[in-house]
């Protein structure tokens, strides 16, 4: 009896329809969806010229039956569901029964194909859609399925592609993401003969993720706790950036929602909303995030590629994502590592499996535009901006008439857009060799005593730290048991400060000092307006101001800690905040501002003496504050060179 079926047509009609073929790739992210959902273990793709020529998927899924083989090229024709109700509760990738028809339309395909349970195969052969023959073939069970000259009878498509590079970059991005969504089945990639994913199964997502990416990148990864909320509907897991690792834009960012990939705003804005304040708003993490849930909660049936979701609880969704991150975050308060030369290690191999990063971003990138005809310039793409965030809070009313906000690119991230801090932006550390399988040779086997060589790489050991000395009057250097510190004195105290204007804020119990003379300031029309609008604010942080006559405050009290000479500086940066973009922000987010603006200006500046007082009672200040490794503003507050580095560098190891 066979499996596959026709919907009916009260079925078929309520699919979201369209075509799934744009481009090789495309016909790849289908033909290994549905060896997923055949359940197999181990996907091979090959392909030839950039997959135009020739795509291959085979599997060891649960193959086919020779009359389903037939029915599977019929439109609709499926065997994951059968009735409308089932629409709402998805479980497997596809659904639709559209691929192989849709595909076999446009190419010369060739099924074959075993069910375990059928002596022989099964070999249909198909071009632009027509039957051509059907046989028998002795194979092991599963499925394998031929597509090649893609568009051969659509010439218009045919043109649109681009150059073999790019549409093997997008293959190679797919089997990528669908193989660290699976790490317990066994992927490879090969194209024209050279392999370029060889991934065997292993136990964790960790393994993955190394024999994929190396150890570098896994070494810049936190790793999820996985977590469940709303009574295990919800689970999350993955892997997350640490704060320094600063990308330009998202496309770092992948998100499987059931093990499919995805792109969501809501999801995008969580990750934001996680990373602000650790990160500077203009830069993206790095996430691999995994979100499992009921399929009762999650629409899939939005989009004809199948990219997009909806969820029914979306505020939950968004608060419990980004809430999870957060905490890892906070949690793993991990130190920077600093750069280092980058020395070659004898003895040390790349791993088997490596495609270089770059090519992901750009495959990625590619991802996003995927769907849109190849030579649309980008100046008129629709660029993947966030969506106001669902509204966890109350938006500060600030306004009384909330003028529509001008369609365009909307902020990069939810974190507010706090002043940049008059201080050397730092480097971005280039990734160094391949630390973690290092190996010691036996003749250099001399570690110095009392070296811990995997040191925690946590800035836990910042309370720990012995200080040393200052140097350019700037940074405080400092020993600790896993490596020497250079903490950056201005950002350092910009944390502590940042932390405590928080708070006082958020529980509006600000210490003031009160100012002998009041500080009279002349405010322009709009910053007068500005100022109605966030007194009740200014007062929370310390500040007690009146109106002093036309267009003028008076200033009688600051908030502790902020010198003086600086409180002026201070009311026209927080009131330019205001200005800028008060009206998105939520009460938490202009605080956030708020805060980091006064902590920025109340910080110890950089060429500033430290005594020894001073300066450890900054580093013990700091190994106390909830989030110690960077500024407001996304900066590192400290680089480590680890036990191991030191050594490394004294060719020691
Ligand atoms: P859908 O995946 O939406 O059902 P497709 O056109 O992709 O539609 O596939 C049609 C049907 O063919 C599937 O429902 C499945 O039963 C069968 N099929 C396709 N590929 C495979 C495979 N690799 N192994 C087993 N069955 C397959
Ligand atoms: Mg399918």
Same mark, same amino acid.
Do not use: W
């Given at each position: 009896m066979g499996r596959i079926h026709v919907l009916p047509d009260q079925v078929a009609n309520k699919i979201a329809a369209g075509e799934v073929v744009e481009r090789p790739a495309s016909v790849v992210k289908e033909l290994l969806e549905n060896s997923l959902d055949a359940g197999a273990g181990d996907i091979r793709v090959e392909a030839e010229g950039g997959g135009r020529r020739l795509i291959r998927v085979t599997d060891d899924g649960c193959g086919m039956l020779r009359d389903d083989a037939l029915l599977a090229l019929e439109r609709h024709a499926t065997s994951k569901i059968s009735r409308v109700e089932e629409l709402e509760c998805i479980a497997t990738l596809g659904f639709r029964g559209e691929a192989l028809p849709s595909i076999a339309s446009v190419s010369r395909m060739v099924i074959e194909t075993r069910a375990?349970?059928?002596?022989?195969?099964?070999?249909?052969?198909?071009?632009?859609?027509?039957?051509?023959?059907?046989?028998?073939?002795?194979?092991?069970?599963?499925?394998?399925?031929?597509?090649?000259?893609?568009?051969?009878?659509?010439?218009?498509?045919?043109?649109?592609?681009r150059t073999e590079q790019t549409e093997l970059a997008h293959i190679a991005s797919?089997?990528?993401?669908?193989?660290?969504?699976?790490?317990?089945?066994?992927?490879?990639?090969?194209?024209?003969?050279r392999t370029l994913l060889s991934a065997a199964p292993v136990a964790t997502a960790a393994e993955r993720v190394f024999q994929v990416f190396g150890a570098e990148t896994l070494e810049e990864l936190v790793e999820l706790e996985p977590r469940t909320a709303a009574e295990g509907r919800f689970t999350l897991s993955g892997f997350i950036s640490r704060p320094q690792v600063q990308k330009t834009n998202r496309n770092s960012i992948f998100l499987f929602v059931n093990r499919r990939l995805i792109r969501d705003r809501l999801l995008l804005h969580a990750i934001s909303a996680a990373y602000a304040n650790l990160m500077p708003p203009s830069a993206f993490p790095f996430a691999l995030l995994f979100l499992d849930c009921d399929p009762g909660e999650v629409d899939v049936n939005v989009h004809p590629s199948k990219t997009e979701v909806r969820f029914r609880a979306a505020s939950f969704v968004h608060d419990f994502v980004r809430d999870a991150l957060r905490e890892t975050l906070v949690a793993s308060r991990p130190a920077p590592a600093a750069p280092l030369p980058s020395l070659p290690v004898p003895g040390v191999s790349?791993?088997?499996?490596? @495609?270089?990063?770059?090519?992901?971003?750009?495959?990625?990138?590619?991802?996003?535009?995927?769907?849109?005809? !190849?030579? /649309? %310039?980008?100046?008129?793409?629709?660029? @993947?901006?966030?969506?106001?965030p669902p509204e966890p809070q109350p938006r500060l009313d600030l306004q009384p008439a909330? !003028?529509? /906000? %001008?369609?365009?690119?909307?902020p990069a991230a939810a974190a507010p857009p706090t002043p940049a801090c008059p201080a050397a932006e730092p480097a971005a550390a280039p990734p160094g060799p391949e630390a973690s399988r290092l190996r010691l040779p036996d003749t250099h086997a001399s570690i110095p005593e009392g070296l811990?060589?995997?040191?925690?790489?946590?800035?836990?050991?910042?309370?720990?730290?012995?200080?040393?000395?200052?140097?350019?009057?700037?940074?405080?250097?400092?020993?600790?048991p896993d490596g020497l510190w250079i903490i950056d004195q201005h950002v350092a105290?910009?944390?502590?400060?940042?932390?405590?204007?928080?708070?006082?804020?958020?529980?509006?119990?600000?210490?003031?000092?009160r100012l002998l003379l009041p500080l009279i300031l002349t405010l322009t029309p709009a910053q007068e307006a500005d100022y109605q609008r966030i007194a009740g604010e200014l007062s929370r942080a310390g500040f007690e101001t009146e109106?002093?006559?036309?267009?003028?405050?008076?200033?009688?009290?600051a908030p502790a800690d902020l010198p003086p000479q600086n409180i002026e500086q201070a009311v026209f940066e927080i009131l330019e905040i205001a200005d800028a973009e008060l009206r998105r922000f939520t009460v938490e987010e202009f605080r956030a501002a708020l805060a980091a603006s006064l902590a920025c200006r109340a910080a110890i500046k950089i060429n500033t003496r430290l005594e020894p007082e001073k300066m450890e009672w900054l580093v013990r200040e700091l190994a106390r504050t909830r989030y110690p490794m960077s500024c407001p503003h996304g900066r590192p507050v400290a680089l480590r060179y680890s036990n191991r580095d030191i050594l490394r560098s004294f060719h020691r190891i």
């Open positions: 375990a349970e059928e002596p022989v195969g099964a070999r249909v052969e198909v071009a632009g859609g027509r039957l051509l023959s059907v046989s028998e073939c002795v194979r092991p069970p599963g499925t394998s399925i031929t597509v090649r000259d893609l568009f051969f009878n659509v010439p218009a498509r045919r043109k649109f592609l797919l089997v990528t993401h669908y193989s660290l969504a699976h790490p317990a089945k066994s992927f490879e990639l090969v194209h024209e003969g790349q791993p088997a499996a490596r @495609l270089p990063y770059s090519e992901f971003t750009q495959a990625l990138e590619d991802f996003r535009l995927a769907g849109i005809p !190849p030579d /649309t %310039p980008r100046s008129v793409l629709p660029e @993947l901006t966030l969506a106001p909330d !003028p529509p /906000t %001008p369609p365009g690119p909307a811990a060589l995997d040191p925690p790489s946590s800035m836990a050991a910042l309370e720990q730290v012995r200080i040393l000395g200052q140097l350019h009057d700037s940074f405080i250097i400092a020993a600790g105290h910009e944390r502590i400060l940042f932390e405590k204007f928080l708070d006082r804020l958020s529980r509006g119990r600000a210490e003031q000092q109106p002093f006559g036309h267009r003028t405050i008076a200033v009688k009290a």
